[in-house]
């Protein structure tokens, strides 16, 4: 039988092995060096020689829409196995929260209590990227100090980001506002990630609560002063409340009300021509306090709702619902 070429620019198979082993422990040394949940001594620190340029890094959600991607909460599990996880459901995207501010307010850390080693759910990321998956930090979320607040320093949001990005291998990275209403720190978030994006590819994506009539106002004014400053917002992610199964009928057309104004709303903020150019750029996430509170019928049809419209991803938090409804949604994909 003729040997089969292999085809050009591509590596020999035992190559490949090896780039990949090189890449999870690379990747597995980085996330050790970002503190978890240790909040050094407030020492004064020499000025730090001028750093190289950052190296460009890829972009770590592909241009794909309509799947799912797991959101794993480093802080209240234990012994989370990414790779693992990934194998098992079959989902290959995750976002990673939270990162707060730790230190002298300038240092990013994950939230929750201190964990000698680094994160050890971050540790798992050169594997789950040798595998083929990806995942990324969210910033802020309910605990903590965002480090747009408490980073004031000239230069320090954006070496805090920098730093992050380049231990996590990040080519996005997500925000978790809970202060929208803070001019100064809204300013000083958007020129730290424009002065990021200017020196690599980096997807940017805030998660919002999205309220019955779309997004809060404070929010919206957010996304266009971010937008001012001259900083790419690529995904606006809404988390949705789920009302409870003793609601009354319609629980998923009201959600479905509020995703569309919210729609409208950034297709104003973001200077678009109508909601259609949104749809790639939203995602949905919907939280839910009881694991009642979605049957596998409303898996199924927010799993539809999701691949129709294009959106850049659907998950889910809050309570975990009964198997067959994760297996309905881990299977969602375009």
């Not at 690379?26 to 730090?48: D, E, N």
């Not at 079959?90 to 680094?118: F, I, K, N, Q």
């Not at 009881?290 to 049809?301: M, N, Q």
Request: aromatic share 4%.
């Amino acid at each position: 039988m003729p040997r089969k070429r292999r085809e050009s620019g591509t590596l020999p198979r035992p190559l490949a092995v090896l780039a990949a082993l090189v890449l999870a422990g690379a990747t597995g040394l980085a996330i050790r060096m970002l503190p978890a949940g240790a909040t050094p001594a407030s020492t004064p620190a020499a000025a730090p020689a001028p750093a190289p340029p950052p190296p460009r890094v890829p972009v770590a959600v592909p241009e794909r829409t309509g799947s799912f991607m797991g959101f794993v909460d480093t802080a209240d599990v234990s012994g989370f196995d990414l790779p693992a996880e990934s194998r098992r459901t079959g989902v290959t995207r995750y976002a990673l929260g939270h990162l707060v501010a730790g230190g002298d307010g300038c240092v990013p850390r994950w939230a929750g209590p201190p964990r000698p080693g680094g994160d050890p759910v971050a540790a798992g990321l050169g594997r789950l990227r040798a595998a083929g998956g990806d995942a990324f930090p969210v910033f802020g979320g309910p605990d903590g100090h965002e480090l747009a607040v408490a980073c004031t320093r000239p230069g320090g949001l954006a070496t805090a980001y920098r730093k992050a990005a380049g231990a996590l291998g990040a080519g996005t990275m997500g925000f978790e506002v809970h202060d929208a209403a803070d001019p100064a720190a809204v300013l000083r978030n958007a020129r730290a990630l424009r002065a990021l994006q200017q020196e690599r590819p980096l997807r940017v994506c805030f998660t919002l609560r999205l309220e019955p009539d779309g997004l809060d106002a404070a929010d919206l004014e957010m996304l266009r002063a971010t937008r001012r400053a001259g900083a790419r917002v690529d995904t606006v992610e809404l988390l949705a409340e789920m009302e409870p199964r003793t609601a009354p009928s319609g629980r998923l057309r009201r959600l479905g009300s509020a995703v569309r104004a919210a729609a409208g709303q950034l297709a104003r903020a973001w200077a678009l021509p109508g909601e259609e150019q949104v749809w790639a750029r939203l995602a949905l996430t919907p939280v839910l306090a009881r694991g009642g509170d979605l049957d596998e019928s409303e898996a199924g049809k927010l799993s539809a709702y999701a691949v129709r419209h294009g959106l850049a991803w659907l998950s889910l938090r809050g309570t975990s619902p009964k198997p067959d409804v994760s297996r309905i949604l881990w299977r969602t994909h375009s």
